[in-house]
């Protein structure tokens, strides 16, 4: 279980520096590029319909057809209906941390990206993480870790 953990710890470094230009970012906008790196897109959370988590249980592609600006990303949604509850409420329907990895910002400090099927709900609130074995890590002490999380996001935003 300490070689899992030390590993993820290793991944979230490396992808740590290698998004540490993007990190000052208030959403992830971070999108696959090239055969190893992540770049910028604008679009928030690769594309997927932040309300679909809430109201379908499950992560949904989301269209250019229903899309809204907000917070300087683009934000897609799979149906008029999810676009007008974000409108409405962004803040209720948001992923935590901007979108990016919940378990990166506890454990490392940092802004790391995330898989889009990688989430948990919690008290209300969306939380998305980097891969199958940090979301298992997160699930150990998802409290603890959001109250870290909690403590060190804001700080990540004005770090860099």
């Known amino acids: 279980m300490r070689a899992m953990f030390a590993i993820g710890i290793a991944l979230l470094s490396s992808l740590a520096v290698s ?8 959403i992830n906008t971070l999108e ?18 932040t309300v ?6 499950k992560p949904l592609d989301g269209s250019d057809d ?3 600006g ?7 949604f799979a149906s008029q209906e999810h676009l007008d509850l974000f409108v409405a409420e962004p803040d209720k329907y948001a992923p935590q941390y901007g979108g990016y990895c919940a ?3 506890a454990a490392q400090g940092a802004l790391v990206k995330i898989e889009p099927e990688l ?8 939380y998305l993480n980097y891969n199958q074995k940090v979301q298992k890590n997160w699930e150990q002490d998802i409290a603890g870790f959001i ?4 403590e060190k996001f804001p700080n990540l935003l004005t770090s860099e």
């Open 19 to 26: 998004t540490s230009a993007l990190a000052a970012e208030p």
């Open 32 to 49: 696959k590029s090239g055969l190893f790196g992540y770049e910028a897109s604008g679009v928030a959370i690769r594309g997927y319909d």
């Open 52 to 57: 679909a988590y809430f109201t379908e249980g």
């Open 66 to 68: 229903f899309s809204t």
């Open 70 to 76: 907000w917070e300087g990303a683009t934000w897609r």
């Open 103 to 105: 378990y990166g910002v």
């Open 119 to 126: 989430w948990t709900i919690v008290d209300g609130k969306l």
């Open 147 to 150: 109250a870290t999380a909690d």
